[in-house]
C-alpha cells in the first residue's frame, strides 16, 4: 500500500504562485509515475502534469509554461510549482502515483485562484 500526503493548497490572486507537494510513503517501488490530476465542480478529473523515475515529464497544454513538476526520489516527493496562476486554475487538486500496476492517489487539496 502507498499512502501520499498532499499540502501546499490555498487561495491567490491572479497572477500569484503556489507550490503544491506530495509525499508518498509505504511500499515504495523505485519504478513509478507521480503527478497531479485536478478536477473543477461539475468537470471531469484532468492530467494537470506527471513524472517518472527517469525524470520524463508530461504537462496539460493548458499549463505549459506556468507550471513545473519535480521529484525528489530520496523523500519520495514530488512538487508542482504553479506561477502565473489564472481563475480557470480553481479546482481541487489531487497527487496520484502509478506503480506496481496500480494507481494511488491523495486525498486533494484546494486551490482557489481569485481576486
Known amino acids: 500500500q502507498v499512502q501520499l500526503v498532499e499540502s501546499g493548497g490555498g487561495l491567490v490572486q491572479p497572477g500569484g504562485s503556489l507550490r503544491l507537494s506530495c509525499a508518498a510513503s509505504?511500499?515504495?517501488?523505485?519504478?513509478?509515475?507521480m503527478g497531479w490530476y485536478r478536477q473543477a465542480p461539475g468537470k471531469q478529473r484532468e492530467l494537470v502534469a506527471n513524472?517518472?523515475?527517469?525524470?520524463?515529464?508530461n504537462y496539460a497544454d493548458s499549463v505549459k509554461g506556468r507550471f513545473t513538476i519535480s521529484a525528489d526520489n530520496a523523500k519520495n516527493t514530488v512538487y508542482l510549482q504553479m506561477n502565473s496562476l489564472k481563475p480557470e486554475d480553481t479546482s481541487v487538486y489531487y497527487c496520484?502515483?502509478?506503480?506496481?500496476?496500480?494507481?494511488?492517489w491523495g486525498q486533494g487539496t484546494q486551490v482557489t485562484v481569485s481576486s
Open positions: 513524472i517518472d523515475n527517469n525524470s520524463y515529464t
Open positions: 509505504g511500499t515504495i517501488f523505485s519504478i513509478y509515475t
Open positions: 496520484n502515483r502509478y506503480q506496481g500496476g496500480r494507481p494511488y
